[in-house]
């Protein structure tokens, strides 16, 4: 298993190469939860967590009450259905230990679910064929960059695409146009 995550300061969990939750790490008083929820953050998450809940505890319960809150008003938020996952809110702190056991016991709560539902396989097949895509795409668009005739034009073109001078379809058409007369 591994974790990593990104700038939003998502925390993605994952199995084989395959993310297993979407984890949104929120902190007391900081703002981060009314940013995810401006950015539109909240709907990737798994599971939001609100880390170092110890540094200020009546911030931190604010903050699961307003995490919670905007969860319930975008429909995410669980309803004692046990059949279907919604975003679980939960505290922590990493640096006492507290809340550690109950997260990772929530995330293994949600793989159990997903599995039943058949999401798990589901969501890997996903991921396994959006991989498949982006490399397809990448290395297509690696080929049309090097392609002779693509790469005689690709500067001059950026610069009259950038500068107003040609509109972008007309610029990809003749890119794709001189990719396919050689």
Avoid: Y
């Amino acid at each position: 298993m591994c974790v990593f995550t990104n700038a939003l300061a998502w925390v993605f969990l994952c199995v084989n190469a395959s993310i297993m939750a979407g984890v949104g790490r929120v902190l007391p008083n900081a703002g981060d939860d009314l940013q995810a929820i401006k950015k539109g953050v909240m709907e990737l998450a798994d599971l939001v967590v609100i880390n170092k809940a110890d540094i200020d505890p009546d911030a931190a319960t604010r903050a699961r009450a307003q995490i919670t809150s905007s969860l319930r008003l975008l429909g995410l938020h669980s309803r004692g259905d046990t059949s279907e996952w919604r975003p679980e809110v939960m505290q922590l702190s990493a640096l006492l230990g507290e809340g550690v056991e109950a997260f990772w016991q929530t995330v293994l709560q949600f793989q159990q679910l997903q599995d039943r539902a058949g999401a798990w396989q589901a969501r890997r097949q996903n991921q396994a064929l959006a991989w498949m895509w982006e490399r397809i795409h990448a290395g297509l668009q690696r080929a049309f960059k090097a392609h002779p005739q693509v790469r005689a034009q690709l500067e001059s073109t950026i610069q009259s695409v950038k500068a107003g001078e040609l509109p972008a379809s007309t610029a990809a058409r003749q890119l794709l146009a001189a990719q396919h007369l050689s």
